[in-house]
T-cell receptor
């Protein structure tokens, strides 16, 4: 089944403890992206990647890192999480840049930073 | 990206058709109209998109006004599983951009049994 898989689905952590949220897609998509969703603010893009080894900042990249060593994986790294990063996170992918308006989303990761 | 306007909420009865409107009076000639939906506790899901002509797929139909200033997503027979927030988004394929999708407030659809 074609899908975007995020892990974990739920995570509670403490301030400053490094964490990684994984994202994997099995559709051979070139484009991948991370969003966070907060009440009243909609979805905001954190980082995106047009292809392997090509990543760029979205609208809210502060406090996050990403890597794209393989086409299928696009992990989101929080080096030193803070409470304002408590949010619902979504990973998305699409076939390639020209098709990036049709994106497939993961089920989401709900993160709480205490 | 041009702005869209949708009603905050709509109700429908199960098994009946639902017409979800979207106004986009400032749409440009190269903007495609996309619809996504987000079911409770899930990520957004692509539904359908079109440019000028009406479009049909297994999930829904998209009716686009002749002047393209509005469009309507049609669910032919609503089911309880269709209860979600529906987002109408305009996307210009021709421009180079970050690929980010800007979801507005959307329309919350309630389906009553």
């Amino acid at each position: 089944e074609a899908q975007v898989t995020q892990n974990p689905r739920y995570l509670i952590t403490v301030t400053g403890k490094k964490l990684t949220v994984t994202c994997s897609q099995n559709m051979n998509h070139e484009y991948m992206s991370w969003y966070r969703q907060d009440p009243g603010l909609g979805l905001r893009q954190i980082y995106y990647s047009m292809n392997v080894e090509v990543t760029d900042k979205g609208d809210v990249p502060e406090g996050y890192k990403v890597s794209r060593k393989e086409k299928r994986n696009f992990p989101l790294i929080l080096e030193s999480p803070s409470p304002n990063q408590t949010s619902l996170y979504f990973c998305a992918s699409s076939l390639h840049e020209l098709a990036k308006n049709i994106q497939y989303f993961g089920a989401g990761t709900r993160l709480s930073v205490l | 990206d041009a702005k869209t306007t949708q009603p905050n909420s709509m109700e429908s009865n199960e098994e009946e058709p639902v017409h979800l409107p979207c106004n986009h009076s400032t749409i440009s000639g190269t903007d495609y109209i996309h619809w996504y939906r987000q079911l409770p506790s899930q990520g957004p899901e692509y539904v359908i998109h079109g440019l000028t002509s009406n479009v049909n797929n297994r999930m829904a139909s998209l009716a686009i006004a002749e002047d393209r200033k509005s469009s309507t997503l049609i669910l032919h027979r609503a089911t309880l599983r269709d209860a979600a927030v529906y987002y109408c988004i305009l996307r210009d394929v021709s421009s180079s951009n970050t690929g980010k999708l800007i979801f507005g407030q959307g329309t919350t659809l309630q389906v009553k049994p």
